[in-house]
């Protein structure tokens, strides 16, 4: 069955950096764009970053473009989100998200991780 | 950034009941949308694409209708494993953005 496995979450210094990473399992990771959303109480469900399934191409929400990086290892099945110059609002629960496709119809997320929590605080 | 609104923010309801949630966008994302089942401490599962597409292994009480800027999601014959939070989720375009939640829980 699909499994995602975040690690990487901790505390850290506001302007300190983190990097995440999300083990895949189950299912043709190599075919498979991936997603990170965070979740926190005050701002609800917020996605981060994508990238595609050869990792050709690359988006970002507008509040971490220039300080977070997503890339993917295709031969180790993971994804890794590099987060620099954290801020106080990225505090909250990372996922990484399966991209789910049907008909033409993309950028829906039928799996997800159970998360990693980032604090940043000082 | 396109904006995606949902109302009622909770709901009480009980087993058996019929629910209805609506979600609205800023601007129109044709059918692009999404609804999102999250329980507590759960990562949220994926129940309708496409507006109205059921997701494999769904139950069929569950269905989404909608196109452009107002969408809906049904919930027929509550069960006790219904009681949840609702959030959708609009495709259309990057950002990728969530509504704020539906809170669904026992009256």
């Known amino acids: 069955q699909v499994q995602l496995v975040e690690s990487g979450g901790g505390v850290v210094q506001p302007g300190g950096s983190l990097r995440l990473s999300c083990a895949a399992s189950g299912f043709t990771f190599s075919n498979s764009g991936m997603h990170w959303v965070r979740q926190t109480p005050g701002k609800g469900l917020e996605w981060v970053a994508a990238?595609?399934?050869?990792?050709?191409?690359?988006y970002y929400a507008d509040s971490v473009r220039g300080r977070f990086t997503i890339s993917r290892d295709n031969s180790k099945n993971t994804v890794f989100l590099q987060m620099d110059s954290l801020r106080a609002e990225d505090t909250g629960l990372y996922s990484c998200?399966?991209?789910?496709?049907?008909?033409?119809?993309?950028?829906?997320?039928?799996?997800w991780g159970r998360g990693t929590l980032v604090t940043v605080s000082s | 950034d396109i904006q995606m609104t949902q109302s009622p923010s909770s709901v009480s309801a009980s087993v058996g009941d019929r629910v209805t949630i609506t979600c609205r966008a800023s601007?129109?994302?044709?059918?692009?949308l999404a609804w999102y089942q999250q329980k507590p401490g759960k990562a949220p599962e994926l129940l309708i694409y496409a507006a109205s597409s059921l997701q494999s292994g769904v139950p069929s009480r569950f269905s989404g209708s909608g196109s452009g800027t107002d969408f809906t999601l049904t919930i027929t014959s509550l069960q006790p494993e219904d009681f949840a939070t609702y959030y959708c989720q609009q495709a259309n375009s990057f950002p990728f953005t969530f509504g704020p939640g539906t809170k669904l829980d026992i009256k």
């Open positions: 998200a399966r991209d789910f496709c049907s008909g033409g119809s993309c950028y829906y997320f039928d799996f």
């Open positions: 601007q129109g994302i044709s059918t692009w």
């Open positions: 990238i595609w399934f050869d990792g050709s191409k690359k």
